[in-house]
């Protein structure tokens, strides 16, 4: 293994997987998320230890592809390593293999460093010095772009936050903004369908007892492509976009 990637295996328990058995989408996340902060506290940048300084990590963009998920009880190992950077983003890639070392997902993430006192974007360079990032190709050659904006729609659900959904940072968790995308699907559909591709653009905050507006839009027929918005019902900002991909079963 090349140096500065990290590696960790999960087993997947019988709450991490859908009603179908496998392992759930959100769970991969979750699993991402984790060894992604181990890694970044083996580095010395994890957010305990960037907020001591007033500073801390937020996930901004992500592409995930999957080709096949594990079930309950198999091990899903996920390899992360830093991966370069684009503007103010630190990237960061990552690799899932299965219990037999096969591949069966990839993904691409993009991290803002935010001051909190200022809430906003700082200079990435010097932590990117410390993650010591491994550059060249990425695992997935898509490059991450802004997602277009939502102009129609043909679903939507409504959602409030709630104390559970709220990390470390104090606001909204990022797995909580891709619950609400998924549950956005019309159910129907959902049944029949696996997801196979998430782009997600997380753009603002949002906190407890806010209300969600989740939209959807199909933009295949038939249906194998969404695209979607999360917005603020109260001001009306807009706090997450995504596209999203499916395969029959």
Avoid at 70 to 89: A, I, M, N
Wanted: hydrophobic share 40%; charged share 25%; net charge neutral.
């Amino acid at each position: 293994m090349k140096p500065n990637i990290y590696q960790d295996t999960f087993r997947i328990r019988s709450y991490e997987v859908d009603c179908r058995g496998r392992l759930s989408i959100l769970s991969i996340f979750n699993f991402m998320q984790e060894a992604a902060s181990s890694h970044a506290d083996a580095l010395g940048v994890s957010i305990q230890q960037l907020l001591s300084n007033n500073y801390t990590w937020l996930l901004s963009r992500l592409k995930i592809k999957m080709t096949s998920y594990p079930v309950w009880t198999d091990r899903l190992t996920v390899l992360t390593w830093p991966s370069g950077t684009q503007r103010l983003f630190a990237l960061r890639d990552f690799q899932l293999k299965d219990q037999n070392d096969n591949t069966v997902g990839a993904a691409v993430s993009a991290w803002l460093i935010i001051d909190t006192h200022k809430r906003r974007p700082a200079r990435i360079a010097p932590f990117v010095k410390r993650l010591k990032p491994l550059e060249g190709d990425h695992i997935l050659p898509d490059t991450l772009d802004k997602l277009q904006p939502l102009n129609e729609f043909d679903d939507e659900r409504k959602f409030q936050v709630r104390f559970r959904d709220l990390d470390i940072n104090q606001h909204v968790n990022n797995a909580s903004y891709v619950e609400w995308v998924l549950e956005s699907i019309p159910v129907a559909f959902n049944k029949n369908a696996i997801l196979s591709e998430l782009e997600i653009n997380f753009l603002a905050e949002s906190f407890l007892h806010d209300h969600i507006i989740a939209k959807c839009q199909s933009e295949s027929m038939p249906s194998r492509l969404f695209r979607h918005s999360l917005f603020r019902e109260e001001d009306g900002q807009e706090l997450v976009r995504a596209r999203t991909v499916w395969q029959s079963q």
